[in-house]
């Protein structure tokens, strides 16, 4: 299950990291995204993935550690934050310069000034 | 109020702050009073906790009384509330200045609420004993940036701002790596076990390579070479003063957060960690001061300055010594003061003029002497003129490397002096001496008093900090000290005081 975990995280990181390399404002919002959620997966397989029982203790050997997905709850919820103030700054380029090109945005900065 | 809810209150007070003043959006009188009242209180809770804790104690504040590695801690030492206080002795002035240039629209946009939440995440990134958390508070104070600079700021340029979010979404998402990777192999975040669990291992090698990953991670935060790029832009474009505030104190969460994860968890191996972090501190140095002698507007070359002066904190860690981290402590303390009123000497200038570049300026010493004085004086301090504050932490710094024989990084650390003394007379040359020269605009000549009693005040404490350098260096040494022996923070921490 671990290595499972690790491909897929693997390839979560690198779809994240193409998308980021692109010149659309969106692909990179999407990498972004993407690659946060590689280190959330990466955050709960630290935990060691185990079949058990209820993160309660019963005096059972087996129980799965409760403390990542406590992390990962917070860190969703922060990702949720910075991913919607990152789209509403993409939107406004969007809405000011007509397109979703990086190069728009450079270009629309230097009339500015 | 018991000793523990101290440790909260710097974190509390500001976001009931921040909720009031997002209740009160419409009430821009209220706003306005609120904020300067709060950050005044909060100036009081700073300072009461130091009051404290400098007599050695350390305060912890267990959330829900639950024992140390299980629940969340806020720890308080004696650098963690130097860090607060220096918040606050930056924030006044940040705040003071705000109320007479921010635009009004700006101000309905809840510019006072997101100051507080800013407040609120570095006073947090300062007192939480737990990595996790640490993160938490870097994500409470860069979305509270985010929001400040590109988002409500309609002028700001959108290139800059969408570079310096997606920068700082890729040092966060490397961050919950290492965390990964730090939780898995050490089975524990509380700092203090984490040192516990770091002096027992067998094998130190898989630690340095987290220690690395921290660094990076730490080191995009504090803007170390190479991993500075987003900086400049990013403080050029801000309302100039955020960018007093931003140059005081989000480049120091970063290296605070260095210090604290190298003299608690990290060992320091001479021959690698120790050696890369001088290395990566005189690249720093050079480059900033480099970088900023290629500018032409005082908002540029102060912003490239900040990355230099990073270097010297850097080089204090690296040297690592109690003399060194006092020195790199008395470092960030005196930068945070200085760099900051430079940036609020220039908002008052561009307030008076509308520009603060070189170009289109020239001459205005002579009606606006005290403009050019202040600026001057904090100029000096910075380039490390005696007997300022700058010349203290240089000396200290050098002193501290020649005592263990690294000569080459104390050179460099010189050479940089001279370039800073160089660029910073080229503002003074250029802005306030010479014919006068600047553009047709309505004076607002009456402001200046206003506009400048945050940056005087500043350069008073700087001027006191080198006057008093030997009482302060006493207390830096002091907070080195307990960097240099944690066992202290460790027992505090771990004492079996909560519910279990």
Known sequence: MEYLMAGVIGLLFAVGLYHMLSRSLLRVVVGTVLMSHGSLLMLITSGALKRGAAPVLTGEAAYTDPLPQALILTAIVIGFATTALILTLALRAYQERGSDDLEALREGDHGRR | MADADLVIAPVLWPLLTGIALALTRRDRARQRSFSVISVLVGLLLALVL???VLDGHILVFRAGDWPAPFGIVLVADRLSALMVALTYVVAIPGLWQSLQVIPPELERRSYYALFQLLLMGINGAFLTGDIFNMFVWFEVLLIASYALVPILNRGYPLQEGFKYMVFNMVASTLFVVAVAVLYGVMGTLNLADLAVR????????LLTVIAMLFAVVFAAKAALFPLYFWLPGGYDAAPTPLSGVFAGLLTKVGMYALIRAFSLVFPLDPDFTRRLVLVIAALTMSIGVLGAVAQVTMK???AYHSISQIGYMAMGLGLDTPLALAGAVYFMIHHSVIKSALFFVTGATEHVTGTESL????????PYPALAAVF????????GIPPLSGFFGKLVLAQAGLAVGELAVVAVSIAVSFFTLFSMMKIQVGVFWGPL??????????????LLLPAAALVLVSVGLGIGAHGALGLMQQAAAQLVDPAAYIEAVLAPGGRV
């Not at chain 2, 770091?198 to 090698?205: K, T």
């Not at chain 2, 004086?377 to 910075?382: I, R, T």
């Open chain 2, 300 to 302: 540029r070359i102060l």
């Open chain 2, 359 to 366: 170009k289109q300026l020239g001459g205005l010493a002579r």
């Open chain 2, 50 to 52: 130091m009051g404290r």
């Open chain 2, 437 to 450: 020269r600047h553009p047709d605009r309505p004076a607002r000549a009456g402001a200046v008093g206003r």
């Open chain 2, 376 to 383: 001057l004086v904090a100029a000096l301090s910075l380039a």
């Open chain 2, 198 to 205: 770091a002096a027992q291992m067998e094998d130190p090698r």
